[in-house]
């Protein structure tokens, strides 16, 4: 059995020195925000060898079977690894503010959506209030040809609105081709669409179906989906971090 990749005792001071500020003035003015390498490659190979030891995951999904793409994903099993465990209670920590701003903006008028709580052990608790007991973190995988369709990432009615991936495999030496795709509609506007293709250790944050847009009267829902171009060349790993468990 492959051993748990345990995050390191600097990760929490790699986090602290990211610029929380600029990225989250990022997230909240573009629909995603862009970290410079925060894992790694030790931490990223660690993850990458976990692939194929199935104690580690609870489901693994054929994308072909269902016609979501080229490729595979594998949902982590608890206890999820440590260095996962940590990174998805750490980044909510610093996204939960957002999320209850975005909420306040685009809430029904009149209502009040109930705030996400500022830990995720009190967020996951009312997932599994609502029948929401299965963990989603997991690991994704494609070989050349490999793709993803556009979709977004919503397992019950309690979802949080954003999630974080993170690139394992070095762009140009592991992989060429497969962009990270992020697909955006405004109401009554065309849909807007960026590809990037991040380093390896790089986090990138991005809504889970929707955000608050500004309009002229007041702030618009804009849907996003997010997906993989195809890969070129290699072998493309990515560790997906999404807060809200599944039915």
């Known amino acids: 059995m492959t051993a748990h990749p345990r995050a390191t005792d600097d990760l929490q ?9 600029a990225l989250l003035g990022q997230l909240d003015a573009s629909g995603y ?6 894992l790694t490659p030790h931490e990223c190979a660690g993850l990458i060898a976990l692939d194929g030891d199935e104690a580690r995951f609870r489901k ?6 269902y016609r979501y793409g080229a490729g595979d994903y594998a949902y982590f099993a608890r206890p999820l ?3 996962v465990s940590e990174l998805r209670e750490s980044l909510y920590r610093r996204l939960a503010p957002l999320a209850n701003a975005w909420s306040g903006r685009i809430a029904k008028r009149g209502t009040a959506a109930a705030p996400y709580p500022p830990a995720l052990a009190a967020f996951l608790r009312r997932c599994h209030a609502a029948g929401q007991l299965r963990p989603t973190p997991l690991l994704l995988h494609y070989e050349a040809g490999g793709y993803n369709c556009l979709h977004q990432d919503l ?4 979802a949080f609105p954003l999630q974080a991936t993170f690139f394992l495999s070095r762009p140009g030496e592991h992989y060429r081709g497969g962009e990270f795709l992020l697909v955006e509609q405004r109401p009554r506007q065309q849909s807007r669409g960026t590809a990037f293709v991040p380093e390896q250790g790089a986090l990138v944050l991005f809504p889970s ?4 847009v500004a309009g002229a009267r007041g702030f618009l829902r804009a849907r996003l ?8 060349q290699g072998r493309r790993y990515t560790l997906g971090i999404i807060f809200h468990d599944a039915e």
């Open 81 to 83: 690894p440590p260095l």
């Open 155 to 158: 397992y019950g009615a309690v």
């Open 60 to 65: 693994r999904i054929a994308m072909e079977r």
């Open 225 to 232: 989906r997010h997906g993989v171009s195809t890969v070129t």
């Open 33 to 38: 925000a862009l970290s410079r390498p925060l």
């Open 13 to 21: 001071a790699r986090l602290d020195a990211l610029d929380w500020p």
């Open 209 to 212: 179906a929707e955000r608050p």
